[in-house]
C-alpha cells in the first residue's frame, strides 16, 4: 500500500499495490463499525477520487481530495453503509473530473455510481422562474430526482462541509449559498431526520448572512445565561427528585437550549422579544418505558399546573413519520412556563437520528407544499443509525420509500408534480390545468397507453390525451376514484353543466313529442309566435324553457297547452299518433340513455321511454311493475324501438334460475355462464325448501 498515487494513473487499472492509506480521521470512524471488506472498498474510492482530483485546489488552496474526505468522514460518522462512504468520496468526480458513469459502475458497482450521479444531477438544478424559487419546489423536485434516499443524505453532508469552509469563499457567493441552505437543504434535512445536520447548517447560513444579528443575541443569551442556567437547573431538580420519590428512578432530565437561529427566527416570525422567547424553558425527560412515560405526566401534573389544551399524546397516536412523545406544558416555581418532552430512550434516539420529527409546524411553506404539512415524506426510514453492525439492513432501510401521502411523476416536458396518494392521471391533468382536466379522454403512463383511473406511482412520466369536442360526456364514477380536490371540483362542475345538457336535449325531446300528438313541430314556431309563446308562460328563451321542462321543473302538456294557444289550435283537436323514439347505440336522438335496474332490459325487449328529472332518459321494460300505471296517463312516458346498434354493446340482464337444493349448484350454474364468456356481476342465492333453490 502506498501513500500517494501516481498522477497519470488509469482510473480503470487500479492494483492492491497502488491503494493508498484511508487519513486516519477517516479510517476512525470507518472501523468503529464495518467489516474489513467494507473498508477496502473505501480505500478503492479513496484512491480513485485522488487520482482523478489530482492537481486540483480548493478556495483556501488546500487539495481538492480534502473535500471529499470530510465529506466521508460526516458520513461515515452518521454509520452510513459503504456504498454511500465511497459514493461520498467520489461524489464530484463526474461533474469536476469528466468521469464517465459506466466506469464508475465497472469498479464499483451500479449503487455507488447511481448515488454520485444523482448527487451531480442535484448539483445543477436551476430556478428556471419566480414560481421554482419556491424552496419546496426545490425539495420536491430532490426527492423525485432520487432513486435512493442516499442522494439526499450524500448531498446534504456535502453541504455541511461546504457550509464549513465558507469563508473562503466570496461575500456575494457566501450570501447566496447561506439563503440556498436555509431555503432548502435544512428543511430538507429536517424532513429525512437529519437533525443536528439541520441544526447546523440553519446555524452556520444564519451567521454568516447576519454576522452583527448573530453577535448581538449571542452577548444577550450570555448575560441571561447566568439566571437562566440557576432557574433551569432548580426545575430540572425539583423534577428529578418529584420522580425519584414516586418511583421513576432511572430518569434523565436535561434542560433544552434553543440555538441563536431559532430564537432569532421566533423573534422575527412571532414579533416577540427576545426576553419573552428566552423565558419559556425546554425540557426532555427520558425514561426505560412506556409505561413509566405515562407515569411520569401524571406525576409532573401533580407537582405543577398543565396550562390548557396543552397536552399532546404521540405516544398512542404517533405522527405520521413514526415520531412519539408526550408533550406538555406546565407553570412551574409559580410564575415559569416550561415546555416538557416524555419519551422512552429509544423514542429519543429514533426521533435524533432516523426520523423527521416536528416539521409538520416547523417547517413554513405556501402553494402546493402545504398540504405536506400534515404528512410524512419517507417511510420505513427506521433507525438509521441503531444498528451499526448491521450495514446491509440499515441500506434496505433507507432505500427510496417517498411519502405515502405524496406521489412525484413528470409531464412529458419534465416538469416534476407532487400529487396525493391514490392520484390517477385525471387528477395530475387537473393539476397541470382545468382546461386539460376538463377535455382528458385517455392517457399514457412511461409512454403506454393505461387507464384513466389508474393510480400513479413516483418517477412515473405521465402524458394526458384530450379531444377537441366541446361536450364530451364523462362519468360519474370519476368521483369514486380522484382523490385530490381540485379533480373533485372539476368533475363535480362537468357533471353540473352535462346534466344541464342533458336537461336541455330531454326537454327539448319532451315538448317536441307533446307537439307531435297535435301533428306541429317546434319548428313551426318562429320570431314574433315564439316570443309571444315564450312570453305567456314566463320565460325569456326557448334555451331555458327546454332546460327547465328537462329538470322537471315544468309539466310538458302544460307548455304545450300553450303552445297550442300561441297558433290558436283547439283544445279539442284530436291527437295525432306518435311514432316511437328510436334507441340506437344506447341514444335516443343524442341523448344518452339510461337502462332502469328494476327490469334491466335488453336488446330486443319491448321497452318505453321515461323522461327522468334527475337521470334523463331512463329505458324500461314494457311490462315493469314501475311503469305500467303510467303509460296512459303520464307524458313523460314514451313508447321506444329498438335500431339497429352500429357497434357492439353488452347489456346488463337480469335471470332468475330455479334449481336443486344441493351442494355444488352454484358452481355448476355459474360454469355455464362462464364457458359462454358471460360475466357475472352479482348473484343471490335462497333456499325455496330442502329441495329447491332460486338463484338470481
Request: glycine share 6%; aromatic share 6%; hydrophobic share 40%.
Amino acid at each position: 500500500m502506498t501513500d500517494q498515487a501516481l498522477p497519470n494513473k488509469s482510473l480503470n487499472n487500479i492494483s492492491e499495490s497502488d491503494l493508498l492509506r484511508i487519513p486516519s480521521y477517516l479510517l476512525a470512524p470507518v472501523q468503529s463499525y464495518l467489516k474489513n471488506a467494507d473498508i477496502k472498498k473505501i480505500e478503492r474510492a479513496y484512491t480513485f477520487a485522488f487520482i482523478a482530483h489530482d492537481g486540483q485546489k480548493r478556495k483556501d488552496g488546500s487539495a481538492y481530495i480534502s473535500h471529499p474526505v470530510a465529506v466521508a468522514k460526516i458520513v461515515a460518522e452518521l454509520k452510513m453503509d459503504p456504498d454511500s462512504i465511497c459514493a461520498a468520496l467520489m461524489h464530484d468526480v463526474i461533474e469536476d473530473c469528466d468521469v464517465p458513469k459506466t466506469v464508475l459502475e465497472k469498479n464499483f458497482g451500479s449503487d455507488v455510481a447511481n448515488i454520485i450521479d444523482g448527487v451531480s444531477k442535484l448539483g445543477k438544478i436551476k430556478m428556471q422562474n419566480k414560481a421554482e424559487t419556491n424552496a419546496n419546489n426545490f425539495q420536491k423536485m430532490a426527492l423525485a430526482m432520487a432513486n435512493d434516499v442516499r442522494v439526499i443524505l450524500v448531498k446534504l453532508c456535502d453541504r455541511v462541509h461546504n457550509m464549513r469552509t465558507i469563508d473562503f469563499m466570496p461575500r456575494r457567493k457566501q450570501i447566496i449559498k447561506s439563503q440556498e441552505t436555509l431555503d432548502i437543504y435544512a428543511p430538507l434535512a429536517l424532513r429525512v431526520g437529519m437533525i443536528n445536520i439541520k441544526n447546523e447548517l440553519e446555524e452556520r447560513a444564519f451567521r454568516c448572512i447576519h454576522p452583527l444579528r448573530a453577535e448581538m443575541l449571542d452577548s444577550a443569551i450570555k448575560k441571561s445565561s447566568g439566571g437562566r442556567k440557576k432557574i433551569v437547573e432548580k426545575i430540572r431538580k425539583e423534577l428529578k427528585a418529584n420522580l425519584k420519590t414516586n418511583g421513576i428512578k432511572g430518569a434523565a432530565v436535561k434542560g433544552r437550549e434553543k440555538n441563536v437561529f431559532s430564537i432569532y427566527k421566533k423573534i422575527k416570525t412571532k414579533h416577540k422579544p427576545f426576553s419573552e422567547i428566552l423565558d419559556v424553558y425546554g425540557f426532555r425527560i427520558l425514561v426505560d418505558s412506556v409505561d413509566e412515560c405515562y407515569r411520569t405526566i401524571g406525576i409532573i401534573h401533580n407537582y405543577y399546573a398543565p396550562l390548557e389544551n396543552r397536552f399532546k399524546d404521540y405516544i398512542a397516536i404517533p405522527k405520521m413519520n413514526g415520531y412519539q412523545a408526550l408533550h406538555t406544558t406546565l407553570l412551574a416555581l409559580d410564575a415559569f412556563p416550561i415546555e416538557v418532552q416524555v419519551q422512552t430512550r429509544s423514542m429519543f434516539d429514533t426521533a435524533n437520528r432516523g426520523v423527521a420529527a416536528h416539521w409538520g409546524y416547523k417547517t413554513s411553506e405556501d402553494g402546493r407544499g402545504s398540504e405536506l404539512r400534515a404528512s410524512k415524506w419517507l417511510t420505513g426510514l427506521i433507525d438509521l443509525y441503531k444498528d451499526s453492525k448491521d450495514s446491509s439492513e440499515f441500506v434496505e432501510s433507507i432505500k427510496t420509500d417517498l411519502d405515502p401521502k405524496e406521489v412525484f411523476v413528470f409531464s412529458p416536458k419534465g416538469h416534476i408534480y407532487g400529487l396525493k396518494i391514490g392520484a390517477t392521471p385525471i387528477d395530475f391533468a387537473y393539476a397541470i390545468h382545468k382546461d386539460l382536466g376538463d377535455t382528458i379522454v385517455g392517457c399514457k403512463v412511461n409512454r403506454k397507453e393505461a387507464p384513466i383511473n389508474v393510480e400513479l406511482e413516483s418517477g412515473q412520466t405521465v402524458e394526458i390525451i384530450t379531444s377537441k369536442k366541446k361536450d364530451i360526456v364523462i362519468d360519474p364514477a370519476w368521483l369514486n376514484f380522484v382523490v385530490t380536490s381540485r379533480a373533485r371540483s372539476g368533475i363535480r362542475a362537468r357533471l353540473r353543466k352535462q346534466k344541464v345538457s342533458s336537461a336541455r336535449k330531454v326537454g327539448k325531446l319532451m315538448l317536441e313529442t307533446e307537439l307531435k300528438r297535435s301533428g306541429l313541430q317546434l319548428s313551426d314556431y318562429k320570431g314574433a309566435t315564439l316570443k309571444r309563446v315564450l312570453k305567456s308562460i314566463g320565460v325569456s328563451s326557448l334555451t331555458k324553457l327546454i332546460t327547465e321542462l328537462g329538470q322537471g321543473q315544468r309539466t310538458g302538456n302544460i307548455v304545450a297547452e300553450r303552445f297550442y294557444e300561441g297558433l290558436q289550435i283547439r283544445k279539442g283537436t284530436p291527437e295525432q299518433k306518435i311514432n316511437p323514439l328510436k334507441l340506437s347505440d344506447k341514444k335516443i336522438e343524442g341523448v344518452s340513455v339510461v337502462f332502469a335496474k328494476c327490469c334491466r332490459p335488453i336488446y330486443g325487449d319491448e321497452i318505453v321511454a321515461h323522461s327522468d328529472t334527475e337521470r334523463g332518459i331512463v329505458i324500461h321494460h314494457k311490462i315493469c311493475k314501475q311503469v305500467v300505471p303510467f303509460l296512459a296517463t303520464d307524458s313523460r312516458y314514451q313508447p321506444a324501438l329498438w335500431e339497429e346498434d352500429k357497434k357492439e354493446h353488452t347489456y346488463t340482464a337480469k335471470l332468475k334460475v330455479t334449481t336443486e337444493n344441493k351442494v355444488g349448484v352454484l358452481s355448476d350454474v355459474l360454469s355455464i355462464f362462464t364457458r359462454e364468456g358471460v360475466n357475472v356481476v352479482f348473484v343471490n342465492t335462497n333456499a325455496i325448501d330442502k329441495t329447491f333453490a332460486i338463484i338470481d
